[in-house]
C-alpha cells in the first residue's frame, strides 16, 4: 500500500498531470461539461484541451481500480488522496456526465470511490 500510494504521490506531482491540473484553471466546471460534449460530438476538434485535461480524472479512475481490485486499502487512499478525489469529482461530475451519454461507463470507479469516501467515517 505504502509503494502504490508513494507513487501515485509522484505521479500527482509528475509535469504531465501538473499540466493537466494548470489548464483545468481555465474553465469552470459548466465551461468543462460544454468542451466534453463538443470534444465527443464528432468530428472532433484536433486543437481540443480534453485529451490533456481528462489526464486528470484519469488519475483518479486508476487510483479507484487499484481499490477496487483490492490493491489499495480504501482507509489508506482516503488519508492520502480523499480531499484530491472528491474535490476534482465535484468538478468533473457534470462533465462526466457528458461523457457517459456516449460511454456509460465512464469514471464508474472514480465515482464508487468518491460515494465510499463520502461514508467513510473520518
Given at each position: 500500500n505504502?509503494?502504490?500510494?508513494?507513487d501515485f504521490?509522484?505521479?500527482?506531482?509528475?509535469?504531465?498531470?501538473?499540466?493537466?491540473r494548470?489548464?483545468?484553471?481555465?474553465y469552470?466546471s459548466?465551461?468543462l461539461?460544454?468542451?466534453?460534449?463538443?470534444?465527443?460530438?464528432?468530428?472532433?476538434?484536433?486543437?481540443?484541451?480534453?485529451?490533456?485535461l481528462?489526464?486528470v480524472?484519469?488519475?483518479?479512475?486508476?487510483l479507484?481500480?487499484?481499490?477496487e481490485c483490492?490493491?489499495?486499502?480504501?482507509k489508506?487512499v482516503s488519508k492520502?488522496?480523499?480531499?484530491?478525489?472528491?474535490r476534482?469529482?465535484?468538478?468533473?461530475?457534470?462533465?462526466?456526465?457528458?461523457?457517459r451519454?456516449?460511454e456509460p461507463t465512464?469514471?464508474?470507479?472514480y465515482?464508487?470511490m468518491?460515494v465510499?469516501?463520502?461514508?467513510e467515517k473520518?
Amino acid at each position: 500500500n505504502i509503494q502504490v500510494l508513494s507513487d501515485f504521490g509522484r505521479r500527482w506531482e509528475d509535469t504531465w498531470l501538473v499540466e493537466a491540473r494548470e489548464k483545468a484553471l481555465g474553465y469552470t466546471s459548466a465551461d468543462l461539461a460544454t468542451e466534453v460534449e463538443k470534444w465527443f460530438t464528432p468530428p472532433r476538434e484536433a486543437t481540443s484541451d480534453v485529451p490533456v485535461l481528462l489526464r486528470v480524472p484519469n488519475f483518479v479512475e486508476n487510483l479507484a481500480i487499484m481499490v477496487e481490485c483490492g490493491r489499495l486499502e480504501l482507509k489508506f487512499v482516503s488519508k492520502a488522496f480523499r480531499g484530491i478525489a472528491v474535490r476534482e469529482w465535484e468538478y468533473w461530475s457534470p462533465a462526466v456526465e457528458k461523457m457517459r451519454e456516449y460511454e456509460p461507463t465512464s469514471y464508474v470507479e472514480y465515482e464508487r470511490m468518491v460515494v465510499a469516501l463520502l461514508e467513510e467515517k473520518q
